[in-house]
């Protein structure tokens, strides 16, 4: 079966540090992506992780831990921009030329002044 | 802007009727996708093309169907509609559908069924 869990609300001060957790139980796995929703607007991509271990992209960091099939997503100084949902998504690629992305609901992130 | 249009904005019809969600991808993309976003619901993969092949299939349902054309571009065809089809549909596009892409998504279809 394929089963991804996010917290569904989180909030933080603007300035701040958050980190959005999410686990993954999936039969095929090649790889974990963390996309941005404002709410009504596409989602917008944030960091895309394969290998064990943390990535840096700025403000936003991604880790992953495949043994564990955990993911956060590490969000700095946070500003009022960031609020939005933050998605998780597991690439399902039980065969070579396929690419099905598996999304968790999403966490709702709230910045407050 | 990720490249990817999708047409209409919004879509506003009654139950029973069919409709035509339109999408073409950035440019040079040959792998189209198409997702539904429900109220307060994750993404649910529907279907994924190819250069114009279907790739692979998720929920979608048999009142659904998609195609993608020579020039790429992909059309979602949703018939005999019910309320709870109402959602945002959104198109996806990567340059090849395999290993190591990113899928960018378009701005959404906003569909109300009536």
């Known amino acids: 079966g394929q089963n991804i869990d996010q917290p569904t609300e989180m909030t933080a001060t603007e300035g701040a540090i958050v980190q959005i957790n999410c686990t993954y139980q999936?039969?095929?796995?090649?790889?974990l992506f963390w996309y941005q929703q404002h709410a009504g607007e596409a989602p917008t991509f944030l960091s895309y992780?394969?290998?064990?271990g943390l990535e840096e992209k700025g403000r936003f960091s991604s880790f992953l831990s495949r043994s564990k099939g955990y993911s956060y997503l590490l969000l700095k100084e946070l500003q009022m921009k960031d609020s939005a949902s933050y998605l998780c998504?597991?690439?399902?690629?039980?065969?070579?030329?396929?690419?099905?992305?598996?999304f968790g609901t999403g966490t709702r992130l709230q910045v407050f002044p | 802007d990720s490249g990817v249009t999708q047409t209409p904005k919004h879509l506003i019809t009654a139950t029973g009727q069919r409709v035509t969600l339109r999408c073409s991808p950035r440019?040079?993309?040959?792998?189209v996708y198409w997702y539904q976003q429900s109220l307060d619901q994750g993404l649910q993969f529907l279907i994924q093309?190819?250069?114009?092949?279907?790739?692979a299939k998720g929920n979608i349902l048999e009142r659904f169907s998609a195609q993608q054309f020579p020039d790429l571009h992909s059309e979602l065809n949703l018939s005999s509609l019910e309320l709870g089809d109402s959602a945002l549909y959104f198109c996806?596009?990567?340059?090849?559908?395999?290993?190591?892409?990113?899928?960018?998504f378009g701005p959404g279809t906003r569909l109300t069924v009536l």
């Open positions: 996806a596009s990567s340059a090849l559908g395999g290993a190591g892409d990113t899928q960018y």
């Open positions: 999936t039969s095929g796995f090649n790889g």
């Open positions: 992780n394969v290998l064990d």
């Open positions: 998504a597991v690439r399902d690629l039980r065969s070579y030329n396929t690419d099905k992305l598996i």
């Open positions: 440019s040079g993309d040959l792998s």
């Open positions: 093309y190819y250069n114009g092949e279907e790739r």
